[in-house]
DNA sequence: CGCGGGTTTGATGATGCTCAAGCCCGGTGG
DNA sequence: CCACCGGGCTTGAGCATCATCAAACCCGCG
């Protein structure tokens, strides 16, 4: 079975036929992502938002002197996309790229609010994500006072996949430090 | 009307019929919160979400020092509550309290879920709830890497209702600064 | 009047940023 | 085989920003 509908079904109680199976399928546009290539740019409007099947993605913006500043980060089982642009219609100020070749699902604003309505496991399934989404920002939210350091280690508590699958600059940039600053900190834990 | 209904209305497009509000109505739980007083102490259980029908209220936790850190600020149409908790039923580790005398609408986790499967505008209404969180989130994650004086600068921009509502060691606290700090932030920003 | 809560201000210091240099490693091409 | 290059990581010196702490001030209220 493919990916995403074993997600759906292990994050849902409400039972799914097999023509609900065909139906949702067929709302999802298939697509390889390569490396480096823009999922969103900057301007654009967020006209999809894509269940990750294999691979990695970065969500980003340009700060004023030019430098990259990463927002999230994406691996398999995760939905990227701009919430804002994809709600609102309103041009981006992000972008998203492949981090590493990737497997994608995409799905447009219309598609998922026609699933919503038809089909009440997409429904639930929605509203679970959506949740979980609001869990992990409220803690992203309160990490917002913390040190350099404590930012790091519950990062790599909450997150152990991320921290072999990006190199430490982007991860540095993702918590909000310099890529030297987080070499200070992790040189500084592993003498513990 | 009651304000709840007034705002869900706005929210959504399927309609509500007298019969449906009268259900909806009887999942709320009409209450008043006094200032300084508790809807959630650290170490509870979050058992409700309240809907703020008037007043001001806050999220905080007690970090390493003893010193209260603002997580979320609440009024009018705010919905209060730790997310994490009230999902998944473990130990909250936020404060949330009033910082007004407030008139609130509670309501549990299991009324939420059941209204959600019997009452499709109100699940209508939850899913753009959640989005709207989800932006309001993606916003503040954006705002780790600014400077204090561009936090403060955005926050008056997009919660010019909060600026006066909450003395000046509160906001600071939200955006993870000193009352110090933001003190100084705002003397530069006047001489402009 | 005195008190509590809030804000401002200055002096000092810590934390983390900037910039530059050097290192490591894997890949590519002469 | 080696030279070179790009990308990533580490390290040090100097610096900017922001936190800390303490004192003073302001103002509304009992």
């Known amino acids: 079975m ?6 759906i079904i292990k994050h849902v109680s409400t039972l799914i036929s097999k023509e609900e199976f065909r139906v949702l399928r067929s709302h999802f546009i298939q697509k390889k992502i390569r490396k480096k290539q823009y999922l969103l740019q900057e301007g654009e409007i967020c006209k999809y938002f894509a269940f990750i ?4 993605m970065r969500q980003y913006y340009i700060d004023e002197k030019g430098f990259e500043r ?3 980060l994406y691996t398999e089982n ?14 981006s100020i992000y972008h ?14 219309e598609s998922l609010l026609k699933l919503c309505r038809e089909c009440p496991a997409f429904n639930e399934f929605l509203l679970k994500l959506d949740e ?12 917002i006072s913390f040190t350099a350091e404590k930012r790091y280690k519950c990062f790599v508590r909450d997150y152990p996949r991320l921290v072999n699958r990006f190199p430490q ?11 030297d600053t987080l070499s200070r900190v992790r040189k500084k834990a592993l003498k513990k």
């Open 2 to 7: 493919h990916p995403l509908f074993h997600y």
């Open 78 to 91: 995760g939905w990227a996309g701009d919430h804002e642009s994809f709600v609102m219609f309103t041009p």
């Open 132 to 143: 979980r989404n609001n869990i992990a920002a409220q803690k992203r939210i309160t990490s």
């Open 53 to 56: 099947v294999k691979g990695a």
């Open 96 to 109: 998203i790229d492949a981090w590493e070749d990737c497997e994608v699902l995409l799905i447009t604003r």
């Open 70 to 72: 990463i927002v999230n």
């Open 169 to 179: 600059h982007i991860i540095a940039s993702y918590l909000g430090i310099t890529k």
